[in-house]
């Protein structure tokens, strides 16, 4: 059994077409990781990425179906996506409902939505052809996956930095981290926290919206109503996964991007795996490896703490 | 990680959140009666008002759709208690919807967030599908014993996720969510396997991965009020309602829960284990969404006595929206489980026109999404109202 | 100007500008006719004020006597119903702290307005605007902190930095908008004697060699007879007097400040006199025959999450019938010793023992369960429910008892509440009233009325008059004393050294969660305390 395992494993290692499976999955979870990533920082949790995921999905391949165009439709997707981000947005920091209650309501209501559009308009997309990179593409083993992609792919390289300095090198960035460490402090210093924490989730609903996008038109090719299938929240985890550190974040998606793809590449490598198993191990994953990280990395002080002024 | 706010603080609209700190800023000194009415009369009407724009978007879509809006209202009504025998399937189906609320307001107020119903749903209704199908005896045993399994299928699931908190320190809400997906795949695995839960190759085709249906006399009964059909498991229901809003009002139990979920601090001190009294109230809670697992399972109005994929059908999604409409009170879970009820039994009369049935979700959320919105007004005003008082900026 | 029926003091008040040096410079900034009013309380009532640069000017007042509201109104956090600011000789608007900081005023305030998580510069930096120089607003924390001889670390995270330097951080960024007033509000809690003068001799440097005007709020005689150059004093929303320093006593001050003839003695905790006349002449009256060992600390040792010691080889005893209390600057271990006590923390060794048996320390109730009472440093975050009646809070710990077969008897619960709202004198409208609704006085007063109806054996009481008014600290330090006759055993954590030689029989130093010092009231005295709160060793 374990010989199996190893040798099941070197296979995938070696094996082109898992990289590409892999890194499919991995950045995916990274568009919306990333957003997710700023908007903690802030102190939100928005359990909502799965409807933004969604919401992009659907929208950019109605979008793509009715105008021919990827950047078009990436647009539409974004747009959708930031529809359902300022719901949260302004509903929990705004309005002060309940973050949680609000997340899980847009989930359950986006996916009526969809399935319920999806079932009465038409619309057919395909998988976007790749772009290569040359030189970079010919790299072995990895070269394919990281360099000859789908241009909405190559989103990510520019996503993730772009991130990474708004929250570490602008005064903006470092008002957000100030919400989600102490509130109270930051706004006696002048500081509008709910502003900033709506802000934050309006930067995860662009950067969900390219995913949902990606998602679509570059990783499945087509919408069906199960595309997300709860992947959203695996994006979630993959934030704590990382001790709310934006390296550790990408390396979450990472790795829960190499199980995910075990559902692909395994059977294509003539390994045949039970399919319930596989696709429950995403999940069963990610909850382990919460329970190994969770109590040991700190959180955002105020993290999930609304914020309301006169109240300790 | 604490929730913070939640909308049953909303309730203490007679105060002005002067908590006292300074001397200089004292105490409220409102809160006459009339005042309270006139405030009353207020949120009624915004309650109103936030319901008619949830109805007149999802008259809009229905009408973007292609559908007539006006079609649609009537079938919804039609079926979920104008035309015959209506009532009764809305009231079979309103009894799981109530018992998954009256567990989620029990984790609620232990301060915790359960949102994984639809799993603890489905692990429930697994567990009474084994035990009404193997277990032999008499009828009514059998029933109470499938109840019984329901209860700890759900118990047990909602558990793992309370161990995960409290050894952990891994937050509830994202364990009970994925713990929906990994459950609805263990209980498809099991459903694929005859020693678990798979039927019998004889009597069902080769594909379909259904359990063995409960037999006739593991059914549990129904009656008949007024021409309309319903199991009696719905009285088990409010008997258990009564129960539920009993301990927690008046009874040191109850007392205990309310402390753990206002001041989990003040609650220590006092001598309520978080871990007890929370892991407690949240297997209560996924026990209570099993309970109703398995009284969709035997009460007939769901899959026909047999567990299939996809069993839960959004019960559980729909058990917690239900509480949270209701604020987390027993009453108000009643009646909203009653009124999410005929929304799934009147979307049945929609095929006729044209309509998908989907768009009831639609309606659903756009109605929680709404109903979220007068209490955070209210408490938004109640706030700028103390600091116009104290004459902070907003 | 009407008194409430004062007699003794001077029925004129001198007018604001009564000090103002004959060059007529315009003052700094001045306030004419404020009022701030909450609900039907006057918070500030028609009061002037006038700052003036190049001097330290006090405001004293007993807590409640809107001392807090009228800062908060220069500083732009309350808008005032009434009222004129003048700042430097324009009208000025003040709607928020942005505005404030425009005109130049800065406040180094009491909690502290600084992130943990974030270093030094990145808190200085905080609330500005344009963009982010990182490089710029270290340099400048370097140089004023230079200046000032702060000794601040720019690259430090705050959160890593002990109280007495955090408060530093909060005058660097105070200073950095190069502000022309400062306001400090009851900045010397947190500090040791030894850093409090070395407070002052700061703010003498920014007055005096930088032209600044300086404003110190503070409830205690000593610092602003100490540190000030002129005194406003505040009665119940006014203005009572005006005076320069050099020109009152103690008792003078303290008489304005309360409105009556006061002993200075008797109530020399609420008024934060530590005159070294006094101290050694009111020993609590009887040092008390060695009762029972009630509480005993055996080496306990608490450490933190970074498995540093946050308790370090605590020992100490407390005897029924004594008030032991445990002195030292606000940070030192004092939270965590009533956290302790109060079954929020885990030892992770050592023994707690009460009357001799041994109590598991992190179990939930087991403290309460056995007759530990404690009035927590802060009720919100361990003493109370907010949300719930008078009645429910009162039964916290033992509504088990009220209970028949799990059913709580209501009446039997609001009929002991009546009594005790009755005994302990709290004014509320009733006891189904939410909590939240009972001024800060009055809920302290509820969590005293439980801890003391349940007959504890030992009794914490953690800054048990922190925030209140006089009337308040008074019934508080006579009831804490009342139950120490009746032989329950005290453990007074204070950070407010008046409070402990007036209360304590025996005296321990805690700094940096160890006891660095202990003796007898009798052989106490003020340099020694002071040295020992500063770190120094025995």
């Known amino acids: 059994m374990i010989g199996d395992l190893l040798s099941a494993l070197l296979d995938v290692a070696t094996s082109e077409a898992a990289y590409i499976n892999a890194l499919t999955f991995a950045v995916f979870l990274a568009f919306g990781a990333t957003g997710e990533w700023v908007a903690e920082k802030s102190g939100t949790l928005n359990i909502s990425v799965e409807a933004m995921f ?10 793509m179906d009715r105008t021919g165009s990827q950047f078009t439709a990436l647009l539409i997707g974004i747009g959708a996506s930031l529809l359902v981000a300022s719901v949260q947005a302004e509903m929990s920091h705004r309005l002060v409902a309940n973050q949680f209650v609000v997340g899980l309501t847009l989930n359950i209501l986006i996916l009526g939505l969809a399935s319920f559009l999806a079932s009465e308009l038409t619309f057919s997309t395909r998988k976007s052809d790749p772009v290569t990179i040359p030189i970079l593409s010919d790299i072995p083993l990895v070269g394919q996956a990281l360099f000859d992609r789908a241009w909405l792919f190559y989103l990510i390289y520019l ?40 802000q934050g989730i309006y930067v995860l609903g662009v950067t969900a919206g390219i995913g949902g996008t990606y998602l679509v038109l570059a990783a499945v090719g087509q919408f069906e109503d199960s595309i997300v299938g709860g992947r959203g929240f695996i994006a979630l985890t993959a934030v704590i996964f990382g001790g709310w550190t934006l390296r550790g974040t990408v390396a979450g998606c990472v790795l829960f991007g190499v199980v995910l ?49 006169g109240l300790k | 990680m604490s929730t913070g706010f939640d909308e049953s603080e909303v309730d203490a609209i007679s105060l002005t959140p002067g908590t006292g700190e ?67 399937l809305t009231i079979g189906v309103a009894v799981p ?24 749903v489905f692990l429930g209704a697994a567990f009474a599908a084994y035990v009404g199908t193997e277990m032999g005896g008499p009828g009514p045993l059998v029933i109470v014993a499938l109840l019984i399994g329901g209860v700890v299928g759900g118990a047990l699931w909602a558990g793992i996720a309370a161990v995960l908190k409290y050894r952990r320190n891994v937050p509830e809400v994202l364990t009970t969510l994925l713990l929906v997906t990994v459950g609805s795949q263990l209980v498809g695995y099991g459903l694929k396997n005859q020693w678990l839960l798979l039927a019998p190759a004889e009597g069902r085709s080769n594909r379909q991965q259904v359990s063995k249906q409960l037999t006739d006399d593991v059914r549990i009964p129904r009656i008949t009020w007024f021409g309309n059909e319903f199991p009696i498991s719905a009285f088990l229901a409010l008997a258990i309602a009564a129960l539920v809003a009993l301990a927690l009002a008046s009874t040191v139990w109850g007392f205990r829960v309310r402390m753990l979920g206002q001041n989990p601090q003040t609650a220590q001190r006092a001598g309520v284990a978080a871990e007890r009294y929370g892991g407690g109230a949240m297997m209560l809670s996924g026990g209570f969404a099993g309970l109703a697992g398995g009284a969709m399972l035997a009460g007939g109005d769901f899959g026909n006595y047999t567990l299939v994929p996809g069993f839960p059908s959004q019960i559980g999604w729909t058990g917690l929206l239900v509480a949270l409409v209701a604020r987390q009170r027993v009453i108000g879970a009643i009646f909203a489980a009653l009124v999410f009820a005929s929304l799934r039994t009147g979307s049945g009369f929609l095929a006729a026109t044209g309509v998908e049935r989907r768009v009831t979700d639609v309606v659903q959320g756009l109605l929680v999404l709404a109903l979220l919105i007068p209490p955070a007004l209210l408490f938004l005003r109640q706030q700028r109202r103390a600091t116009a008082a104290a004459g902070d900026r907003t | 100007m009407a008194d409430d029926g004062a007699t003794s003091l001077s029925t004129s008040v001198p007018a604001a500008d009564a000090f103002a040096s004959a060059a007529g410079q315009p003052a700094a900034i001045r306030l004419d006719y404020v009022t701030k009013k909450y609900g039907s309380v006057m918070a500030c009532d028609r009061v002037d004020l006038e700052l003036r640069r190049g001097r330290i000017h006090g405001v004293l007042g007993e807590n409640g006597a809107g001392k807090s509201t009228l800062m908060k109104i220069m500083i732009g956090l309350v808008l005032p119903d009434e009222g004129v600011i003048t700042i430097n000789g324009d009208r000025a608007r003040l709607t928020d702290p942005t505005d404030a900081a425009r005109y130049g005023i800065g406040m180094v305030h009491q909690h502290f307005s600084l992130v943990e998580a974030l270093r030094v510069w990145e808190n200085v930096a905080l609330g500005e605007v344009g963009k982010l120089r990182p490089a710029d607003v270290r340099a400048r924390v370097a140089e ?79 610092e602003i007879l100490r540190a000030t150059d002129e005194v406003t004093i505040m009665r119940q929303g006014r203005v009572v007097d005006r005076v320069i320093t050099a020109d009152v006593t103690a008792s003078s001050l303290a008489a304005s400040m309360v409105g009556r003839d006061v002993s200075l003695r008797s109530e020399r905790v609420a008024l934060g006199v530590l005159d070294t006349d006094l101290e050694g002449t009111e020993v609590p009256d009887t040092v008390p025959a060695a009762g029972p060992c009630v509480l005993e600390l055996d080496g306990i040792t608490v450490l933190s999450r970074d498995s540093i010691p946050v308790l370090d080889d605590i020992s100490l005893t407390v005897h029924a019938g004594e008030i032991v209390g445990v002195a030292g600057v606000e940070g030192n271990g004092q939270r965590p010793l009533a956290d302790l006590l109060s079954s929020l923390l885990s030892a992770d060794s050592g023994e707690v023992r009460i009357c001799g048996e041994a109590v598991p320390t992190g179990r939930a109730g087991a403290m309460a369960a056995a007759r530990v009472g404690v009035v927590p440093e802060d009720r919100h975050d361990s003493g109370v429910v907010l949300d719930m009646s008078i009645t429910e809070n009162l039964a916290l710990v033992d509504a088990s008892s009220f209970a028949r077969r799990g059913l709580v008897d209501r009446g039997a619960l609001r009929d002991r509440a009546v009594q005790l709202i009755e005994d302990f004198e709290i004014s509320c409208p009733g006891p189904d009233a939410p909590l939240a609704s009972l001024s800060g006085g009055n809920q302290q007063r509820v969590v005293l009325a439980r801890e003391l109806s349940s007959d504890p054996r030992v009794l ?79």
């Not at chain 3, 005296?507 to 770190?535: F, N, P």
């Open chain 1, 159 to 198: 996503v993730v930095p772009v991130c990474w300095w708004m929250v570490f090198r602008t005064r903006w960035g470092l008002e957000l981290r100030s919400a989600g460490e102490n509130p109270q402090s930051a706004d006696v210093s002048g500081i509008d926290v709910n502003k900033r924490r709506r």
């Open chain 3, 144 to 222: 004023i902190s230079e200046r000032y001889g702060l000794d601040v670390d720019p690259d430090a995270i705050v959160g890593d930095l002990p109280v007495g330097m955090r408060q530093r951080v909060e005058i660097i960024k105070c200073l950095r908008r190069d502000p022309s007033i400062l306001i400090f509000d009851e900045p010397t809690s947190v500090l040791t004697p030894a850093e409090s003068e070395g407070l002052f001799e700061t703010l003498r440097h920014v007055v005096d060699d930088e032209n600044r005007a300086v404003a110190l709020v503070s409830h205690k005689l000593d």
């Open chain 2, 97 to 120: 919807l109530l018992l998954v609320a009256l567990g989620t307001i029990i984790s609620t107020k232990a301060g915790l967030v359960n949102i994984g119903q639809e799993g603890q």
């Open chain 1, 261 to 309: 793809s075990f559902r692909l590449s395994l059977p294509a490598l003539g390994y045949e795996v039970s399919g319930d198993l596989l696709a429950a191990s995403p999940f069963v994953l990610t909850i382990l490896v919460m329970a190994i990280f969770a109590a040991r990395v700190r959180s955002p002080n105020a993290l999930a703490q609304p914020f309301i002024r």
């Open chain 1, 54 to 63: 969604l919401a992009a999905a659907f929208a950019a391949a109605v979008g």
């Open chain 2, 22 to 88: 300074h001397e200089d800023e004292p105490a409220s000194t409102q809160s006459t009666t009339s005042r309270r009415l006139a405030v009353s009369g207020e949120v009624l009407v915004l309650y109103l008002i936030c319901i008619a724009i949830a109805l007149g978007l999802s008259a809009l879509l229905v009408q973007v759709t292609g559908g007539s809006a006006g079609d649609v209202f009537n079938a919804l009504l039609d079926g979920s208690f104008r035309k015959p025998g209506r009532i009764g």
């Open chain 3, 460 to 538: 914490v009481a953690a800054q048990p008059t922190r925030g209140l008014d006089v009337g308040a600290i008074e019934y508080m330090t006579d009831r804490i004393r009342r139950a120490a006759e009746a032989g329950v055993g005290v453990l007074l954590i204070s950070s407010e050294l008046e409070e402990i030689l007036d209360l304590a029989h025996r005296i321990v130093v805690i700094s940096d969660g160890r006891i660095i010092g202990e003796m007898d009231r009798a052989d106490a005295d003020l340099e020694r305390l002071g040295l020992l709160m500063g770190g120094a060793a025995a």
